[in-house]
């Protein structure tokens, strides 16, 4: 079937699947029985749908941005230095949150096949952009707005995520503990160097 076609419950169904599977299996090691030991469908079921274990995590990757989305489209924050904290902190996943941190570990392992793999790298793509442009956004608006100094919008969007993506890269894959709030104060001070006295 083709993967435009997949009905939308199915989709959500088998991309919860893959969500639970990566959380626990990571890429490397995820396969599409790991996959079916997670839903509620049988491997041959699973590729009714999908003709292979990479569409399968497209899937997941497509609902995944969806939902980023929506998530830093929603955030409820007043002013554009309020929502830009909200945003950082969004981005920064609770060590403690066991699945989460297993997903976004799994999504920076999928971020390193990208550039070998086109099937994986237009969704990731079209993640991190959506982030990056909610962020240039809100640094647009402040300087705008007289909020933050003259900056260049687009460079610092990009080192906010980087720093984000980079605690997933490293502190959270090898489980280095407290690095996330050292993080937390660090962009927090960044962020105060970037408001007009």
Known sequence: MPADAVPPEQKAQIAHAVRQALAKHGYARLTTKKVAAESDKSEAGLYYYYDSKDEM???FLETSVD???RELDEIAA???EE???AVCDLLLVDEGDEAARGVNIAVMELLSHAPHNETLREPLLEMERHTLDVIVDILQDGIEEGVFRDVDPEGTAAFLLSATD???GFALALGMEGVGDGLRDAISAYIDSL???
């Open 195 to 197: 408001l007009v006295e």
């Open 78 to 80: 007043d002013g554009p």
């Open 83 to 85: 929502r830009l904290r």
């Open 67 to 69: 939902y980023l989305a």
């Open 166 to 168: 980079g605690y997933t």
């Open 57 to 59: 995590i497209v899937a």
